[in-house]
T-cell receptor, first 113, second 115 residues
Framework: EAQVTQNPRYLITVTGKKLTVTCSQN?????MSWYRQDPGLGLRQIYY???????DKGDVPEGYKVSRKEKRNFPLILESPSPNQTSLYFC????????????FGQGTRLTVV | RKEVEQDPGPFNVPEGATVAFNCTYS??????FFWYRQDCRKEPKLLMS???SGNEDGRFTAQLNRASQYISLLIRDSKLSDSATYLC????????????????FGTGTRLTIIP
């Protein structure tokens, strides 16, 4: 089954404790991205990757890191989480660019206290 | 001005009614347009792409008006299962987005179908 898998689905952590949210897709997609969704603000892109070893900032990259060592995986790293990073996070992949259908993971609900 | 704007609703509509949403976009160079559906606390899923000539998929019709820079979604004979948030999505090609053909999402329009 074609899918994008994120883990964990739910996470509560404390300020400053490094965490990683994993994302994996099995569709051989080149393009992957991370979004956060907040009430009234919609989905905002954090980082994106157009292929292996090619990553760049989206609209709200501060406080986040990513890596793309393999085509299928695109982890999101919060080196020192803060309460303003409490949000719902989605990983997405698409065949080649934002002009094709984006497939989303099920989301990770992160709470930083 | 936001890149993509939608009326957040909520729209409460009786079952069987026809409902329409509009969405405006600011970048006239935008090339690709979509409607995504998002159920409560779930991931967005593609509902339909929007083509210049308009397109229809069952009870759903999407249209694009480039001159006025808006897209629309029409749902006929609405069902209880249509209750969801509908996201207008635009690929704003052109500066400053060259090299990142990212999707820009509206904040969504919440629809509830009432029995």
């Amino acid at each position: 089954e074609a899918q994008v898998t994120q883990n964990p689905r739910y996470l509560i952590t404390v300020t400053g404790k490094k965490l990683t949210v994993t994302c994996s897709q099995n569709m051989n997609h080149e393009y992957m991205s991370w979004y956060r969704q907040d009430p009234g603000l919609g989905l905002r892109q954090i980082y994106y990757s157009m292929n292996v070893e090619v990553t760049d900032k989206g609209d709200v990259p501060e406080g986040y890191k990513v890596s793309r060592k393999e085509k299928r995986n695109f982890p999101l790293i919060l080196e020192s989480p803060s309460p303003n990073q409490t949000s719902l996070y989605f990983c997405a992949s698409s065949l080649s660019s934002g002009s094709t259908e984006a497939f989303f993971g099920q989301g990770t609900r992160l709470t930083v206290v | 001005r936001k890149e993509v704007e939608q009326d957040p609703g909520p729209f409460n509509v009786p079952e069987g009614a026809t409902v329409a949403f509009n969405c405006t976009y600011s970048n006239s160079a935008s090339q690709s347009f979509f409607w995504y559906r998002q159920d409560c606390r779930k991931e967005p899923k593609l509902l339909m792409s929007v083509y210049s000539s308009g397109n229809e998929d069952g009870r759903f019709t999407a249209q694009l008006n480039r001159a006025s820079q808006y897209i629309s979604l029409l749902i006929r004979d609405s069902k209880l299962s249509d209750s969801a948030t509908y996201l207008c999505v635009v690929n704003p090609r052109g500066p400053p987005n060259f090299g990142n053909e990212k999707l820009t999402f509206g904040t969504g329009t919440r629809l509830t179908i009432i029995p």
